[in-house]
């Protein structure tokens, strides 16, 4: 049982590590799950619709919090430090992760928790399994944490509290330092749009209240058809959603024609205006290379009409989903570089290249 206990702590306390850390790497990818889960809550819950949409502003800090949490609490966990409070703080925290994943599962909401940030997706379910897991081993830890001797490691657990932090604080001044996202640098886009094999299918069918599956639809007109189920699940297509469009029609296939250099504008809400002086320089230095430059916004065509006037901004603009901005971009205004739609460049508005920068990409 004591040893036991040992590989329970040191599992935990491991996952803990690897999920805030992940998590760390894009702590603003953890705030836009935040802001789901808020404004859910708010559409939910009516009556405290004003109090979840004030949590929205905060979200950032949640999450850098949130996450570096979690590595503080299992390196804590692994060195045996003050296991009593962290065992109980962890428990609270598992708790807490466990509604989430229950009320994504149950209610058919925000059906990406982000428990392991972008680099491992869950199903609702199978994230609300895991916190169960977890939630049973940590009591286990509670109940046999007598076997554990308290160890004075409390500068382990500060030195991750200051890495946590850091790593948090240049990923959300620069970039996250690994890009799990399917817009990375070297991912073809078009190619992502598409199955990597051509998907198969099962067709479930019931007869004489028998249920029975067929790769190939029955031609058997007595069976009853219940539901078409997907065989090879990793087959299809990383991108769905990204699209571009103008007044005139869709751009999409556009932009995967030549060079582009493309600014992305969420919206001007958050909007950092100081840093469109240096990226009007970069666009105007580039003009003639062959490299075109474009805009692709969410916000609608009076505001990004004003933002270009504000800002001499003398490109052409499109629009494209909100939700699939933010995932191509962390940061606001952001900077994509395609060459016939493989990505050849990324740079956070605080890293803006300069002309020759950019060329040395393609």
């Known amino acids: 049982m004591k040893i036991l206990a040992h590989i329970v702590r040191f599992l935990?306390?491991?996952?803990?590590?690897?999920?805030?850390?992940?998590?760390?790497n894009d702590p603003v990818g953890t705030q836009i799950k935040l802001e789901e889960y808020f404004e859910v809550f708010a559409a939910d819950m009516?009556?405290?619709?004003?109090?979840?949409?004030?949590?929205?502003?905060?979200?950032?800090?949640?999450?850098?919090?949130?996450?570096?949490?979690?590595?503080?609490?299992?390196?804590?966990?692994?060195?045996?430090?003050?296991?009593?409070?962290?065992?109980?703080?962890?428990?609270?925290?598992?708790?807490?992760?466990?509604?989430?994943?229950?009320?994504?599962?149950?209610?058919?909401?925000v059906t990406d928790c982000g428990c392991f940030g972008d680099f491992l997706k869950l199903k609702p379910w199978t994230s609300f399994t895991k916190d169960i897991v977890l939630l049973v081993l940590i009591l286990f830890i509670i109940w046999q944490r007598k076997v554990f001797r308290n160890l004075r490691t409390g500068s382990l657990v500060a030195f991750s509290a200051i890495f946590s932090v850091a790593l948090a604080f240049y990923a959300i001044r620069y970039l996250p330092p690994?890009?799990?996202?399917?817009?990375?640098?070297?991912?073809?886009?078009?190619?992502?749009?598409?199955?990597?094999?051509?998907?198969?299918?099962?067709?479930?069918?019931?007869?004489?209240?028998?249920?029975e599956e067929f790769e190939k639809f029955p031609s058997d007109t007595t069976y009853k058809y219940k539901e078409m189920v997907l065989i090879n699940e990793n087959a299809k297509p990383k991108i769905t959603d990204y699209k571009?469009?103008?007044?005139?029609?869709?751009?999409?296939?556009?932009?995967?024609?030549?060079?582009?250099?493309?600014?992305?504008?969420?919206?001007?809400?958050?909007l950092n205006g100081a840093s469109l002086a240096e990226i009007r320089s970069l666009i105007n230095s580039v003009k003639?290379?062959?490299?075109?430059?474009?805009?692709?916004?969410?916000?609608?065509?009076?505001?990004?009409?004003?933002?270009?006037?504000?800002?001499?901004?003398?490109?052409?603009?499109?629009?494209?989903?909100?939700?699939?901005?933010k995932t191509i971009s962390r940061s606001n205004p952001g900077i994509w570089l395609l060459e016939d739609g493989t990505v050849k460049g990324k740079w956070h508005?605080?890293?803006?290249?300069?002309k020759e920068n950019v060329l040395s990409k393609l």
């Open 12 to 24: 935990v306390g491991g996952i803990f590590i690897f999920s805030g850390l992940v998590k760390l």
């Open 46 to 109: 009516p009556v405290m619709h004003d109090f979840w949409m004030s949590l929205v502003p905060f979200a950032l800090y949640f999450s850098v919090l949130m996450c570096a949490a979690e590595v503080i609490l299992g390196v804590a966990l692994i060195v045996s430090w003050r296991l009593k409070q962290v065992s109980w703080v962890l428990l609270l925290l598992v708790v807490f992760f466990t509604f989430l994943t229950f009320y994504s599962a149950y209610y058919n909401k």
């Open 178 to 211: 690994i890009d799990f996202l399917p817009y990375k640098i070297g991912n073809n886009i078009p190619q992502l749009m598409q199955p990597s094999e051509p998907l198969r299918y099962k067709y479930i069918m019931e007869k004489d209240g028998k249920t």
């Open 244 to 270: 571009v469009w103008n007044n005139d029609g869709d751009f999409t296939q556009e932009t995967f024609k030549g060079k582009k250099l493309i600014i992305i504008i969420k919206n001007g809400t958050d």
């Open 288 to 325: 003639g290379s062959g490299v075109e430059p474009l805009i692709l916004t969410s916000d609608s065509d009076a505001e990004i009409q004003e933002i270009r006037k504000a800002y001499l901004l003398d490109v052409p603009y499109y629009f494209a989903d909100g939700t699939v901005l």
């Open 349 to 354: 508005y605080n890293t803006t290249p300069d």
